[in-house]
């Protein structure tokens, strides 16, 4: 691969209709494999669980929701969720680095707000998304991608709601990127 002919100083991604294509193949075979589809909202449920049981392993333990994922045999991190999503950070560096995206992280924002804004609201928007995912159920990849795969109806309702919802959404946001 000639790097020197990559870093044209325009990104290089993948064809989106062939990493769907991609993305619709690995559903596939986790499903095939695995038994259920992808997620990444569990692994986040794994690392809050392990870190509530390192701060106060009773407190933790009595949690009518965390008790549930606390064992003496098996840590809640040992779970292939956990290893998807660190896959998933690797891939997405690999990546970086190797089509030359990887550079000094900077917040993209409108001329119209500060970058302290930018920050605040995509914190409150990721908190949001992460509460509602434990509501749904799952996230987007996890209740809507891999629930429509395997032709759940909930899953269908799922990323209609999330689709529906972001594009009515999108019209008070809008001044965040625009």
């Not at 549930?68 to 290893?83: A, G, H, Q, T, Y």
């Not at 987007?140 to 009515?168: D, E, N």
Request: charged share 10%; glycine share 14%; net charge positive.
């Amino acid at each position: 691969m000639n790097m020197h002919t990559l870093n044209n100083n325009r990104p290089h991604y993948l064809n989106p209709y062939f990493g769907g294509v991609l993305l619709g193949l690995l559903v596939l075979l986790t499903v095939f494999i695995t038994g259920r589809g992808l997620g990444a909202s569990g692994a986040v449920k794994s690392a809050v669980v392990t870190t509530a049981e390192v701060v106060n392993q009773d407190q933790a333990k009595a949690n009518a929701y965390m008790g549930k994922f606390i064992s003496d045999d098996i840590s809640p991190m040992n779970n292939w969720l956990v290893f998807e999503t660190f896959g998933l950070f690797l891939g997405g560096l690999l990546s970086g680095i190797l089509f030359g995206r990887l550079k000094k992280p900077r917040v993209e924002h409108s001329p119209g707000i500060s970058r302290k804004t930018r920050l605040i609201f995509a914190l409150l928007g990721g908190a949001l998304f992460g509460i509602g995912s434990q509501f749904g159920r799952g996230c987007t990849s996890g209740a809507a991608l891999s629930g429509s795969a395997t032709f759940s109806f909930g899953g269908v309702i799922v990323m209609l709601t999330i689709f529906g919802s972001a594009y009515v959404f999108a019209w008070f946001a809008r001044k965040l990127w625009i």
